[in-house]
Every structure is written in C-alpha cells, then in structure tokens.
C-alpha cells in the first residue's frame, strides 16, 4: 500500500480488531438468559405466539428476528408487533422496516403467566411468506445488538 504512514495503518488494523472485539463481547458474554421462545408467521390471520413468563418484576428483553423470503421488492416493507400480558394489557408495540433483521425491545412484566405476541407485516411490496423467531432474555446488557439489529 504505497504512500499510507505505516503507522497509520497499524493504527488502522488495531481499531478494526477493537470494534471485532467489542462486537464479540457484546454478542457471547452480554446476552442474557433465554427464557422463553417462540416461532410466529408474518401474517394478520395466524394465532399470535405465547412466551411462558415466569419472573415479574425483572426487566425481560424481547429480540424479533426475521428472516424474510421475498420474490420481488422488499422496499417499504414493515413489521409490527404487539406485545399482550395474560390479563389483556397491551405491554408494548411497534413498528420498523425491515431493513434489519433483528428488532429488540425491553419490558417488565408486572405478572407471570402467558404473554401473547403478535407479529406481522403491515405492509408488502412483493409477494412471500415470512416467520419471525422470538427469543426472550433476563439479563441481558447487550448495547451493540441493538443499535445494529445484530
């Protein structure tokens, strides 16, 4: 590589083993225990899928993770979800396109019991099936997975 400062380039590859690193950390030792999961369509007529909660009071991480099958354009398209406690109670919901594959949102359950969660597309461009894989986590203190849909 004429005309780089060797040391710039050092500089360069020790940055990019740092972020590999970070990203590494993030993903193995920061993600909390799975508690629950569940496997939904991507479709408004499909039974919503229920994850077993069992520890109220105790911040839960919820991760959305699509991966789409689509013939044809995929610009525009959106998933949404909504997140129901055992007693009715919308906990969370909403939106994002489906540039990335994974979404998370956090919650505290205020009552054990079966959650209901419903996932869909809101809009499609295109034609396929889709499926989401839900996984539920209790202390996870991943910041990365997040902010990247990792």
Known sequence: MDGIDPRLKNWGIALGLMVAALGLL???ALKGDQVASASIRLQSDTEPGTLQIASPGQPHTVAISTR??????T???TISWQL???DGQVVDSGSERVARKKRFFDFVPTQPGEYRLHVEETKLLGRGRGSAQVSVYVNDHRVLAPLLGL
């Open 26 to 28: 993030d993903t193995i």
């Open 68 to 73: 789409k099958r689509v013939q044809g354009v």
């Open 75 to 77: 610009e525009g398209q």
């Open 84 to 86: 129901v406690a055992p």
